[in-house]
């Protein structure tokens, strides 16, 4: 009698989550690290209480995800090649659609076509590995598979969606559809260089996380444009973005070595970027066309800061001890040449290197051994005396120290340059001894108010990236609402969740058709601003 209602159900499971190549086994964490192939288009989601959401919350949230990483008989080694993923959340008052779209770049478009997994640079490489005739040619295509941010650059019609990585390429999207509408290069510097013209274009190094200048509304980013051979130097160019046709360079200095960086820090005034000592060596790329093996932690080496004046252009060189560093969270000036920012630091860059391989992160056992290596630390700079002061944060008890493991921050766009106090992030730790059980919690940080962090978090649910939405009637710096992509790893599912920002407890929930592999970053998109 039971036989036929629980198939019926199990079809039913089977049917809402899509096609799962791999088992994610018992621990449903699994379904964070396993491929997702469909695509949706406008797919209604459901609240699931009938508590209202803010009647200002209208816009779109796009999130970025690695969602597939096997093409036939070959696949990539690290989470970071898998083929790129938009999936949005078109948010009313009345109504909540999702979808979800490959990003149909020219390295996604030639796997396809050939049924397996195209000649690129990857992070870690592939399975089976590339010939070297396949090394050559992945030299000379671009790197086209942005599966880590997303971005809108210029206004009005001129405005362009783009996905985003730390390199100087952009797939653009349909903010409505998410459809490719293709792949641009412009070219950042105005020396004609870059682009799709004949023979291969200039390869620039950038980030993923340009910033918004809140004197103009643009974007300033940098680009390095990097020396190839040792004893020359690259230089890194400071640079404002009105649109992708629209560029202009804001100030440029020499460096001795090809640095990564992931994002830089902006105050009123300045453009800082920490150089860590985490090189690229072009000559070794060239040889393995694999990133990690040809970037290399010198530990003996200090970390060189420069801050770019956004007026003049002129650079002012500090230093500091080595820490490795992913993102910023806020920088602001407290006086003439005194500058206060705020940065998530590492002991090293051991987990950014080697801990995303897919194969230790479908071992279930080795995932829940993996803690947070982050550190909420403060830099106080003195760009006139060239000093510099670092004081990480930290807590005596086990839970209030562990929320200063956070990363992936977040604050109110309305405090980006100012003295701000809170802001938001996850603490990607799957470890089962952490105080929340190996879930992914949501933190909201006060830098002013010691003791009075909040967090949300649910049991066996994993969080991601929160992304705030300001009250636009607010008055208070955390006055809005928080929106997270959340895996409820008991069903195999991703939940659209929306905590109100100040007190930290929930609006309401809505499911999403299927789940979202793990991803990095995204961002909420105003209805006004579309």
């Known amino acids: 009698m039971l036989k036929t209602p629980v198939l019926l159900y199990l079809l039913c499971v089977v049917l809402r989550q899509g096609a799962l190549s791999v088992s994610p086994g018992k621990d449903g964490v699994g379904f964070a690290f396993q491929p997702n192939l469909h695509e949706f288009h406008k797919t209604p989601m459901k609240f699931e209480s009938n508590s209202p959401i803010p009647k200002w919350l209208s816009g779109t949230l796009v999130r970025n995800a690695p969602a597939r990483y096997e093409v036939g008989d070959r696949s990539v080694v690290d989470i970071f090649d898998g083929f790129a993923k938009l999936h949005s959340i078109d948010i009313t008052p009345q109504s909540l659609n999702f979808s979800a779209s490959f990003i149909k770049s020219g390295i996604y478009n030639r796997s396809i076509e050939a049924n397996t997994i195209a000649p690129m640079v990857t992070f870690l490489g592939v399975d089976p590995p590339f010939s070297l005739y396949e090394r050559l040619e992945a030299l000379a295509k671009t ?77 300033i980013s940098y ?83 420069h801050a770019v004046n956004l007026k003049n252009g002129s650079v002012s060189t500090l230093s500091a001890d080595p820490r490795f560093y992913t993102h910023h969270v806020n920088a602001y000036e407290t006086g003439e040449g005194h500058v206060v920012a705020d940065v998530i630091t590492f002991p090293d860059p051991t987990p950014f290197l080697t801990a995303l391989s897919l ?14 290596y982050a550190r909420l630390t403060r830099y106080f700079l003195n760009l006139t005396a060239e000093t510099v002061k670092v004081e990480p944060f930290v807590n005596k008890t086990a839970l209030g120290d562990f929320m200063n493991k956070l990363d992936l921050p977040i604050i109110n766009e309305k405090y980006r340059t100012k003295r701000y106090c809170i802001f938001y992030g996850t603490v990607t730790s799957f470890a089962t001894s952490s105080p929340f059980n190996g879930s992914i919690p949501i933190v909201k940080k006060n830098v002013c108010v010691p003791g009075s962090d909040d967090h949300w978090s649910r049991p066996n649910h994993f969080a991601g990236e929160p992304n705030f939405v300001a009250d636009p009637n607010g008055t208070h710096e955390d006055d809005g609402v928080i929106l997270s992509s959340v895996l409820d790893a008991d069903r195999g599912l991703n939940y659209l969740l929306i905590l109100d920002a100040r007190t930290f407890e929930e609006i309401n929930t809505a499911y999403m058709p299927t789940w979202i592999p793990f991803g990095f970053h995204g961002q909420f998109f105003p209805r006004s601003f579309q």
């Open 223 to 305: 680009v390095i444009k990097p020396s190839y051979l040792p004893g020359q130097s690259s230089v890194l160019s400071v640079i404002r973005i009105k649109d992708l046709g629209h560029i202009e360079t804001i100030g440029s200095f020499e460096i001795q070595k090809n640095s990564y960086m992931h994002s830089f820090a902006l105050t009123e005034n300045y453009a800082i970027f920490f150089l860590q000592p985490l090189y690229f060596d072009f000559i070794k790329l060239m040889t393995t066309v694999e990133m990690q093996y040809a970037m290399e932690w010198v530990s003996g080496d200090k970390m060189a800061i």
């Open 359 to 372: 194969d230790k992160l479908r071992d279930l056992t080795h995932l829940r051994k993996m803690d947070s």
């Open 143 to 219: 790197l086209d598979n942005n599966d880590i941010n997303v971005w809108k650059f210029g206004a009005g019609d001129s405005a362009t969606y783009a996905a985003l990585t730390d390199g100087w390429v952009f797939p653009e999207f349909n903010i409505d559809t998410l459809d490719t509408i293709g792949v641009v290069q412009p070219d950042p510097l105005g020396d004609g260089q870059s682009g799709f013209g004949v023979g291969p274009p200039t390869v620039y190094l950038s980030c993923a996380h340009p910033v918004v200048e809140p004197s103009t509304g643009h974007s």
